[in-house]
């Protein structure tokens, strides 16, 4: 199994929609998440990170971390075609010490559609 | 300061040439990594360095692999003997030291091996 795992879509949402966009981890001495959006031919930027259980809101995003079941997860609220892009969740590399060494998930394509 | 920057951005070389990269993150930040992406994947952690010191290595960084970071500002990432499976986006990201939520990713280099 890989560390951190994006096994869904591409996701196509009507504009408008929530997007809802998962990952599972499986080091549960894991503490903190990322999740970094990236455009077509462009580098990753990060849009949300999470340290505790629950959720944390960011104007249209929300991101939720259930560490009892090890999954990730990050809701676009009211999505927009601009959102359109590939989603990489990020963990902590398992044995890392620091942040900046990650593991990333192989990504979820969102399509928003007008 | 523009933020991170790679050079070159797009690099072809023949199988069997060594080829490198340059990165030079935001100024002050003493933290640099470098990560590789190949398409329809998420980036691959391969290397970082804390100023000057390459802290650590990824199993992923062959011996045909080579970063350095001399005075702690700029790094160079070389490639030995280029082989075909080479071919990916190379990602630079810098930090402060602790403040990885605030790391910025350069644009990259997309190497392609012919």
């Known amino acids: 199994q890989k560390e951190v795992e994006q096994n869904s879509g591409p996701l196509s949402v009507p504009e408008g929609a929530i997007a809802s966009l998962n990952c599972t981890y499986s080091?549960?001495?894991?503490?903190?998440f990322f999740w970094y959006r990236q455009y077509s031919g462009k580098s990753p930027e990060l849009i949300m990170f999470?340290?505790?259980?629950g959720d944390k809101e960011d104007g249209r995003f929300t991101a939720q971390l259930n560490k009892a079941s090890q999954y990730v997860s990050l809701l676009i609220r009211d999505s927009q075609p601009s959102d359109s892009a590939t989603y990489l969740c990020?963990?902590?590399?398992?044995?890392?010490?620091?942040?900046?060494?990650?593991?990333f998930g192989q990504g979820t394509i969102l399509t928003v559609h007008p | 300061d523009t933020g991170v920057s790679q050079d070159p951005r797009h690099k072809i070389t023949k199988r069997g040439q060594n080829v490198t990269f340059r990165c030079d993150p935001i100024?002050?930040?003493?933290?640099l990594y470098w990560y590789r992406q190949t398409l329809g994947q998420g980036p691959e952690f391969l290397t970082y360095?804390?100023?000057?010191?390459?802290?650590?290595k990824s199993r992923l960084l062959s011996d045909r692999f080579s970063a350095e970071r001399p005075k702690g500002s700029f790094s160079t990432l070389e490639i030995q003997r280029t082989e075909q499976g080479d071919s990916a986006m190379y990602l630079c990201?810098?930090?402060?030291?602790?403040?990885?939520?605030?790391?910025?990713f350069g644009q990259g280099t997309r190497l392609t091996v012919v």
């Open positions: 990020a963990g902590p590399n398992a044995g890392g010490t620091s942040y900046g060494k990650l593991t």
């Open positions: 990201a810098s930090s402060l030291l602790g403040r990885f939520t605030e790391a910025f």
């Open positions: 100024s002050e930040h003493n933290r």
């Open positions: 080091d549960r001495g894991s503490q903190s």
């Open positions: 999470i340290y505790s259980n």
């Open positions: 360095f804390q100023n000057e010191a390459q802290l650590e």
